[in-house]
């Protein structure tokens, strides 16, 4: 049986996950779901009571699917790095008008010394080095939902993997993963929709990433926790 692994994204912005170029990927950010998590495991994330808006305003996003993603293919970050490099360019960050390329998830160059890659200019700094390398390993799907701004909510007893503070859920999703599967595959939409826009615009304000990013630090730094 695949893993279901459920965890709140107060931080929806685009970035982790990546739902962009037809592959979701995770990359950045839950460095210990993207180290353990392995083929044909599906990845929830829900909303936060408090979402963050990137204005320092907020919204109550709770018991909702944010995205939820099969995970078709997971290899190394200095894989990716070179796979994004040669394949998927997209997801490589870059200064455009088009959002979806200023908030791409390759961030990391390993191509001149894989054992201490380079960070390239993006959503994450200096201060998400060490955790999101961590990681060590990039999750990408091409089976995915990604609902963003228009999330939506779990139904019956399906609640009960919302994951409603710090840290993720694992072992206490195992008597829901057919019904959530079943539930989410009956959804109406096709995989590899992506049904909304992100619920925080990163470049909306001057605050908004350093904000965000903050925040994303602050909430890494507990994603080794469990809850049993």
Request: aromatic content about 10%.
């Amino acid at each position: 049986m695949p893993s279901l692994y459920s965890y709140c994204i107060p931080y929806d912005d685009g970035a982790a996950p990546n739902p962009y170029w037809d592959v979701c990927t995770l990359v950045i950010c839950k460095p210990y779901i993207r180290k353990t998590a392995q083929v044909g495991d599906w990845i929830v994330g829900t909303g936060s009571k408090y979402a963050r808006l990137g204005n320092k305003r907020t919204r109550d996003m709770s018991g909702r699917v944010v995205y939820a993603m099969k995970v078709t293919e997971k290899m190394t970050m200095a894989k990716y790095d070179a796979y994004t490099m040669l394949e998927l360019k997209e997801k490589v960050p870059a200064k455009s008008r088009d959002y979806r390329r200023r908030v791409g998830d390759s961030i990391y160059d390993f191509s001149a010394n894989p054992k201490k890659p380079i960070q390239r200019r993006g959503v994450h700094t200096t201060v998400h080095a060490a955790t999101d390398l961590k990681g060590q390993y990039a999750l990408l799907s091409t089976h995915f939902y990604y609902f963003g701004e228009n999330a939506i909510p779990l139904k019956g007893k399906l609640r009960d993997i919302a994951q409603n503070r710090q840290g993720h859920r694992r072992k206490l999703n195992e008597p829901y993963v057919d019904d959530f599967i079943s539930w989410i595959e009956g959804c109406g939409h096709q995989p590899g929709t992506i049904v909304g826009k992100p619920l925080c615009n990163l470049f909306a304000s001057k605050s908004a990433c350093g904000w965000c990013a903050v925040g994303r630090a602050e909430d890494d730094a507990l994603d080794a926790e469990e809850f049993q």
